[in-house]
């Protein structure tokens, strides 16, 4: 199963690389936020509001233009593992706090990328959806296209506009200037537990499936992978997930898709309705045909 | 967890488009069938007609682009958009629509006001009024071509309630903008389109099922009402006797036709914010063993 | 257990991830299900204050079982060992050991002491000698060591007398039921956690016990860990591979903090600090707290060599190597007496560097109101912390009981370089030094502490050049020339390193520190971190990657002391020298080579024998058997039983917290009888009942650091925890009305503070006695600076320590709680 797209490698020729790509492994992840610092930090990513939300340990809330890793904390009522035991206090009611460091999906098939009306955004030779910011010009279409809403236009000021609101797009770039120089994204090179692994996509693709056997083996209830299956809406994912509840538990989308896959069939309505529309004001001048007015 | 999702926050992002683009839905439509007018009206030997839906159209046609550019996050780059030709983005290539209508109709116009070149000014009336159709109904596709629930969902009906209130729009302004002897087509494409218009509404909110409470509640559904309401009185008025109790009535008629295309817009939003919106898309087509998208 | 180690060492939890991943059990013990509960497999919830009951619990349960590691315990530990006839048990005595002086507060330690033989600390409070706190005990050792075993052993752990017997009786009562009614925890979970640690003890396994300062901050800190190291001992974990007792320390160089010590009453590599009163000559000082048995029998050599690299040439045998340049402690100088000091006007000065006690120390607010008293104050930091900035910014100063205008103190802030500003070290929880290299120049005024102090000592020198004084020869006759660069002058770092490290009368570096001398033909700044600098090589610097080496790492870093990565590493051995077993060999004795050998620096003379005797006589380390591997002690046995160097008992035993809501229904004796109170306004206890009816602990957050300095002024930290929040249970909400989201206020008998509420199931009341507590969690990472601000947790507490090492109980304590802001202006509650 190869992990491909349509526009690449065919546009890049020789200088097309593997596909390189994330997998988030939740299940060893401690929530320590060293991915959002770390990913802030080499991007220069702005500090996006000291605003205390209450939500677990989550005050980060969302992914968007000024967080491209968001830690998640989810605490539930149900026990860690299927068979009870765990981390589960005797007597006590079962008790488990999932955590999981959300970030862009850089999908096979991008919605964002197929509706960027200027170009900006675009696929690398890795494989990887960027957004090129002398280009944006921040028409904001990307933003409802996202099937994960990740995108969002940054109304932070900008250095480069004294003052007044930046007004592109941002979103993770996958650490484009480092990965094309051969290092790791600061996110994974920052994670202490290698819950977030950077490598070949097709790599971590076959080290996930190997790893969500041992982590079923070892009776984590409620593993999945989500995002590795090439035959889903989007065509796989290029950073990929090893979830232990469904995917709205973490604000993900159940059944995430490109909606480019409904364009067509949205043109030929369309082209019906234009037709319609030109019969209804064709009808409205042939009505008058006899007695004109009134 | 009594929160739906992660604690209830969205999970495909609101568009971060202002009252700008619910303008531009409404000038668009009005612009693109207001230019098909002009022609048919030509065509049809009624030159009053053709001028005042020509004029209609030229002053929507330059309004809508400088809609639009307000809108962007970074103004200044707006030719960005004619950076590359790409039939993926309905943004794109309605902007390629928005460019070539433009200039032909306030060339026709021009020309028209002129009195010269009648020949080119046919040629341009012409392919304005082609070109009118796609400008009527493509931002349907535009909204459509999104993960927003309320958008993706309504993808079948937005185009016919476009068109219906494309020809609504330019009927309406048509019979506002010209003396009653000549204004009969306009007349008939503003009836014609009014009734159709709630008939789209209402074929789309059986259609799409849970989401339609987007439509029907806070802001859009007080919009919704007010277009019911606009139209109603606006019908009535508009099949009532007198002059000024029919200009009245196009008056109302044209105003419903901006409240539900405002309807629209904000459904939109409203349907991103709460996320179980988009749990009731896709969450329904798991249980049913449907595969990725409908 | 004391440790949320996924939440305050991420990065270190990787190992333990690791560990879970082969197929390990993390059991974490903790009043608050947190970060590391979430990993762990095994939670048990239990109420702070308690852990010493709890492992007490586990001890009497390996007893009773008979799952000690028998032959370990038999020969490595001092379980054979008889005590002095009058010792008497807190079995005996309701609470206390025997001992106990009512009115000095303190104990007399002399009945605790082995039968027959006076024994020498090897740790701990030692600078008054074996009997602390007496005038009797200095001089003559009474009987020493025979044939390398003191002078009373039963080797059938019969004897009533000895430790074994001891241990067994003293925790007869702590009983799975006993753990439940104090600790709240259901006696099956505490029985499965002491089964699982049995069952993976012994021969072909081994359990390590991680704590933190959960454990340290109590008035029973000491015996926490005292109570782990008989558990770890007993089932044979100790210098042993996978074994052991982790200290995360509380940040990246505290452990240097201690070997080189910014401690009052140490002098590097923990050579006592020498008293007024007590240590005439270098001769005396050596002979009180000096054991004749054990590598401290070579404390002249250590202290000689140590007076070498201070005074250089000036040291001579004649001037006793310049013993009496050395200060001398007259008593308890800690922060917390010296705080007092301020309050009452005795002390005038203070430097505080890179630490915020304002927000960082308990009962903060004590601590502000202190440094207005002071004459001056000195803050080192690279921001204006609330200890900087508490004449102008404070609570104290919000309410209007304190007057900026009417504040004395004239305050310095001197801005301090960061850790990649400069060159330098840090030593971790595993001993290990590991250098830092210089990425860029300080800004501004911003300077390293190693500057400061070098160039602060070469102006008061500059100032001293033409002084006659007797009391200022010290300070000019110190060794004080280090290479500097640059424009600010920045001392060489790696000089300094090559000092701690030490050379010989050749100016070699030295590579041991077997190779000090005591006739002043060597000098070195620290025995243990001898070997740093061996053969001119920063060892710390070294970076080789895990791939190139050996499964121990020995070329990564270097650990102290010679680079040994487990220390006690003979225990890994049988008696003869043999591993305990092939899967967990480690160290052990190769008879074709005579030598000890292994993956890691043998912790033993490498040449001795396991069959090895000592004569009678036989002096320092030559004076331990060959089969015994706690080298350190005098009699290289592991002590379960402390007759020496702890003051508050040679067995831990559960007392309850100085604030607890119940009794203690072990003893009559409810609290530890020799804690270290401070009775004076404003440090008030709160009054048991009602009015004070919750428990609280304090702790930390990933994102944030200590007292703030390091975070608090930080964006992306900042906003990743941008309010002070407490932690209550649904069941404490409902009860005290509190809503998520809004506010509280917690109030002591000190303060009152306010924080945002956090309702989670993550808290949860505990059982204990049949009532109900109820617990509340408190972030102590706030101040009134910085991006994010708010109340400091510390301001509740009642600054209480633990007589050992005066460390603060900031782990437990009683308040109230009550929806809503606190009050402000001139009606904030000023404690009474």
């Known amino acids: ?294 | 967890m009594t929160d739906p999702a992660y604690y209830g926050r969205p999970i495909v992002k609101p568009p971060v488009w202002k009252r700008e683009i619910g303008w531009y839905l409404f000038t668009g439509g009005l612009a693109g069938a207001s230019a098909t007018m002009a022609a048919m009206a030509r065509a049809s030997g009624n030159p009053v007609l053709a001028r005042r839906a020509a004029l209609v159209a030229t002053a929507a046609v330059n309004v809508s682009p400088a809609l639009l550019v307000k809108d962007l996050g970074r103004p200044e780059r707006f030719l960005n958009m004619m950076r590359v030709f790409k039939p993926s983005s309905p943004m794109n290539l309605g902007s390629w629509v928005l460019l070539g209508s433009g200039t032909a109709t306030t060339g026709a116009t021009l020309l028209d006001l002129a009195g010269i070149a009648p020949r080119t000014r046919a040629v341009l009336e012409a392919i304005a009024g082609v070109a009118g159709l796609p400008l009527s109904v493509y931002t349907a596709v535009l909204l459509g071509d999104t993960a927003n629930p309320a958008w993706h969902e309504g993808r079948r009906d937005l185009p016919f309630l476009f068109a219906a209130g494309a020809a609504a729009s330019a009927g309406a302004a048509g019979v506002l903008a010209t003396p009653p002897e000549h204004a009969g087509p306009a007349r008939r494409a503003m009836l014609l389109g009014t009734v159709g218009s709630q008939v789209a509404e209402t074929v789309m909110e059986r259609r799409i099922g849970a989401v339609a409470r987007a439509y029907a509640t806070g802001e859009a559904g007080r919009y919704r009402r007010t277009a019911r309401i606009l139209d109603g009185a606006g019908l009535a008025l508009s099949l009532a006797r007198g002059r000024r109790v029919r200009r009245l009535g196009a008056g109302l008629l044209l105003a419903g036709a901006a409240a539900s295309r405002f309807a629209v817009f904000k459904a939109g939003f409203q349907a991103a914010e709460d996320p179980r919106y988009l749990l009731e898309t896709q969450q329904d087509g798991r249980r049913q063993g449907v595969g990725a998208g409908r | 257990m004391g440790s949320n180690m996924a939440e305050a060492h991420p990065v270190g939890f990787q190992w333990v991830m690791e560990a879970r991943e082969r197929g390990a059990d993390v059991i974490h013990v903790d009043p608050r299900f947190s970060r590391t509960s979430a990993m762990a497999t095994r939670y048990v919830r239990t109420r702070a204050g308690t852990d010493v009951a709890f492992l007490g619990g586990i001890i009497r349960y390996i007893l009773e079982h008979g799952r000690e590691f028998r032959e370990y315990v038999l020969n490595y530990t001092n379980a054979p060992v008889v005590i002095d006839e009058g010792y008497q048990d807190t079995e005996d005595l309701d609470g206390l050991f025997s001992g106990w002086d009512r009115k000095r507060g303190s104990y007399d330690t002399s009945t605790w002491q082995y039968a027959g033989m006076e024994v020498h600390a090897s740790a701990g409070q030692r600078e008054l000698g074996a009997n602390q706190g007496e005038g009797a005990g200095h001089g003559g050792h009474g009987a020493g060591l025979s044939h390398g075993e003191p002078p009373e052993v039963d080797l059938t752990l019969e004897h009533p007398r000895c430790v074994y017997q001891i241990l067994k009786r003293h925790y007869a009562r702590y009983t799975p039921e006993l753990v439940e009614e104090v600790c709240g925890v259901p006696r099956e979970a505490f029985v499965e956690v002491a089964e699982a640690l049995c069952q993976n003890s012994g021969r072909e396994r081994t359990s390590s016990i991680v704590y933190s300062v959960g454990w340290t901050q109590h008035t029973t800190g000491v015996q926490y860990i005292r109570s782990a190291a008989i558990i770890q001992l007993l089932l044979g974990n100790v210098g042993r591979p996978g074994g052991g007792i982790m200290a995360l320390r509380g940040h990246s160089s505290i452990q240097g903090s201690t070997d080189i010590p910014t401690l009052y009453n140490i002098l590097p590599g923990y050579i006592p600090m020498p008293h007024a009163h007590a240590h005439d000559n270098l001769g005396q000082f050596v002979e009180m707290n000096t054991s004749p048995s054990g590598f401290w029998g070579n404390m002249t050599a250590y202290t000689v060599s140590l007076l070498k690299a201070w005074w250089g040439s000036r040291a001579t045998p004649e001037n006793d190597f310049c013993f009496d340049y050395l200060p001398r402690i007259t008593g308890d100088h800690s922060i917390y007496p010296t705080v007092m000091g301020m309050l009452d006007g005795s002390v005038k000065g203070f430097l505080v560097v890179g630490q915020n006690p304002a927000v960082g120390s308990a009962n903060s607010g004590l601590h502000r109101r202190a440094m207005a008293n002071l004459d001056w104050l000195v803050v080192r930091d690279f921001v204006e912390t609330e200890s900087a900035a508490f004449w102008y910014d404070s609570p104290e100063v919000e309410s209007g009981e304190l007057d900026p205008a009417a504040i004395g103190t004239e305050v310095f802030f001197l801005p301090a370089a960061a850790h990649t500003e400069k060159d330098g070290s840090f030593t971790n929880t595993q001993r290990l030094l590991q250098w830092h290299h210089k990425a860029v120049e300080p800004k501004g005024d911003c300077r390293s502490d190693l500057w400061f102090y070098y160039h602060l000592g070469r102006l008061i020198r500059e100032k001293l050049a033409d002084s006659e004084e007797e009391r200022d020869r010290p300070v000019k006759e110190l060794s004080w020339h280090y290479p500097t660069a640059g424009e600010i002058a920045d001392p060489n770092a790696e000089a300094v390193l090559r000092e701690i490290n030490g050379w010989d009368a050749n100016d070699d570096a030295l590579s041991s520190y077997l190779d000090l001398k005591d006739d002043g033909s060597t000098a070195c700044g620290c025995w243990i971190y001898c070997g740093c600098f061996a053969d001119e090589t920063n060892q710390p610097a070294r970076r080789t990657p895990a791939s190139e080496q050996s499964w121990v790492a020995p070329e990564w870093a270097w650990a102290w002391p010679a680079n040994r990565r487990i220390l006690y590493n003979r225990a890994s051995a049988d008696p003869e020298g043999k591993p305990w077993s092939e899967r967990k060999r480690y160290v052990w004795w190769d008879e074709g080579e005579g030598r000890w050998t292994g993956e890691d620096v043998p912790d033993f003379q490498p040449d001795k024998r396991p069959d090895y005797r000592p004569p009678d006589g036989a002096k320092a380390q030559d004076a331990i058997a060959g089969n015994h591997p706690f080298i350190m002690q005098p009699d290289g046995r592991g002590w379960l039983f402390v007759p020496a160097g702890i003051v508050d008992g040679p067995l831990p035993t559960h007392y309850e917290p100085d604030e607890s809501p119940h009794t203690n229904p072990l003893y009559a004796q409810e609290a530890n009888p020799a804690r270290q109170r401070f009775r004076r306004p404003l440090n008030e206890r709160n009054p048991r009942g009602d009015r004070y009816p919750y428990v609280f602990t304090t702790y930390r957050l990933t994102e944030h650091h200590t007292a703030g300095g390091m975070s608090r002024f930080v964006p992306y930290l900042s906003e990743l925890q941008p309010a002070m929040f407490c932690e209550v249970s649904p069941e404490l909400a409902r009860e005290r009305g509190l809503a998520h989201g809004g506010w509280a206020t917690v109030v002591t008998a000190r303060a009152e503070i306010e924080a945002r509420v956090v309702v989670t199931e993550r808290m949860a009341p505990v059982a204990i006695e049949g009532d109900v507590v109820h617990q509340i969690g408190l972030p102590y990472h706030w101040g009134s600076r910085g991006l994010t601000t708010g109340d400091s947790a510390n301001d509740l507490l009642e600054a209480v320590l633990d007589p050992n090492v005066h460390i603060q109980e900031s782990k437990v304590a009683t308040c109230d709680i009550r929806p809503g802001r606190r009050s402000r202006g001139s009606g904030r509650a000023v404690p009474r």
């Open chain 1, 1 to 294: 199963m190869s992990a491909r797209t349509e526009a690449w490698p065919d546009t890049y020729g020789a200088e097309a690389r593997p596909r390189m790509g994330f997998f988030t492994d939740t299940s060893v992840c401690i929530g320590c936020k060293a991915c959002e610092v770390a990913c802030k930090e080499w991007n220069l990513v702005p500090e996006d509001g000291l605003v205390w939300s209450g939500e677990s340990f989550d005050n980060t809330s969302a992914l968007g233009a000024n967080s491209w890793r968001h830690v998640a904390f989810v605490e539930q009522t149900t026990p860690l593992r299927v068979d009870g035991d765990g981390a589960d206090g005797e007597g006590e009611e079962p008790f488990r706090w999932l955590m999981s460091s959300d970030v862009c999906k850089h999908c096979t098939e991008s919605a964002c990328l197929n509706v960027c009306p200027t170009g900006a955004i675009f696929r690398t030779e890795l494989g990887t959806v960027v957004v090129q910011e002398d280009v944006c010009n921040g028409c904001g279409y990307c933003v409802p296209a996202c099937p994960f809403g990740v995108l969002d236009r940054r109304e932070l000021p900008a250095p480069d506009r004294g003052g007044r609101a930046d007004g592109r797009v941002w979103k993770c770039t996958l650490c484009y200037d480092r990965t094309r120089e051969g290092m790791t994204p600061a996110c994974a090179q920052a994670c202490p537990t290698e819950s977030i692994q950077y490598g070949p996509l097709d790599e971590l693709r076959e080290r996930a499936a190997g790893r969500l056997d041992k982590v079923v083996a070892d009776g984590f209830a409620g593993a999945r992978l989500y995002g590795d299956d090439p035959g889903d809406g989007v065509g796989g994912f290029g950073a990929f997930f090893l979830l232990l509840d469904e995917p709205e538990t973490y604000g993900l989308p159940p059944q995430p898709r490109d909606s480019t896959r409904d364009l067509g069939g949205m043109w030929r309505t369309a082209a019906v309705a234009g037709a319609a529309l030109l019969a209804g004001l064709g009808a409205a001048f042939l009505a008058g045909r006899d007695g004109a007015g009134s």
